[in-house]
């Protein structure tokens, strides 16, 4: 009698489209593509799964073009860096929501806090650079994440240094208003 010679696998392809949301609203996702299955006859002559890969359609989100709204919350964390190197107090207060509460690495500061402790005399700023900053927008709420390398004192004290943040922006009054920020020193 001759050696059994199986099968190999059938493959099936098929297409699929989805979308997912969080259970509290607001923001969906929604994806299309392909996926195989590999089925193997098994002794008893039923069918069962033996491997399955998924490949959506849509380009990965790194290699999407940024719209006009990640385009804009960019240039208003160029606009802040900018009106914290001239100090300029009136620009900070358009960027900041009338709620804006910010964590710099610990200190906790309201609005008017933070504005105060950006424009001090105190607090003198030689040079300022952004990079690595990445805008994603949930309908109308976003967060911008970034690096500022800067070389700064505070009352005399050395804080120059690179900082990793984190901005929250929320659509108000028809307009990006940061709500919240976090920073932290990286080095």
């Known amino acids: 009698m001759g050696a059994i010679r199986r099968r190999p696998p059938t493959p099936c392809v098929r297409t699929y489209e989805a979308t997912s949301s969080l259970k509290s609203g607001g923001y969906s996702a929604r994806d299309q593509g392909k996926w195989l299955?590999?089925?193997?006859?098994?002794?008893?002559g039923s069918w069962k799964a033996s491997c399955s890969i998924w490949n959506s359609d849509l380009p990965a989100a790194a290699t999407l073009a940024l719209g006009v709204e990640e385009l804009a919350l960019?240039?208003?964390e160029r606009d802040w860096s900018e009106a914290v190197m001239k100090k300029d107090?009136?620009?900070?207060?358009?960027?900041?929501?009338?709620?804006f509460v910010g964590n710099d690495s610990g200190i906790i500061r309201n609005k008017k806090q933070a504005i105060?402790?950006?424009?001090?005399v105190s607090f003198k700023i030689e040079s300022a650079a952004l990079s690595d900053m990445k805008a994603i927008v949930f309908g109308d709420t976003a967060v911008v994440h970034g690096l500022w390398a800067t070389k700064s004192t505070t009352g005399g004290?050395?804080?120059?240094?690179?900082?990793?943040?984190?901005?929250?922006?929320a659509k108000l009054d028809a307009r990006w208003q940061c709500v919240t920020g976090y920073s932290a020193k990286v080095d």
């Open 74 to 76: 960019l240039q208003i």
């Open 157 to 169: 004290e050395h804080t120059s240094g690179r900082y990793r943040w984190t901005d929250t922006f």
């Open 116 to 120: 105060r402790s950006l424009t001090s």
């Open 89 to 99: 107090a009136a620009a900070l207060d358009k960027i900041m929501a009338a709620d």
């Open 37 to 44: 299955a590999s089925y193997q006859r098994q002794p008893v």
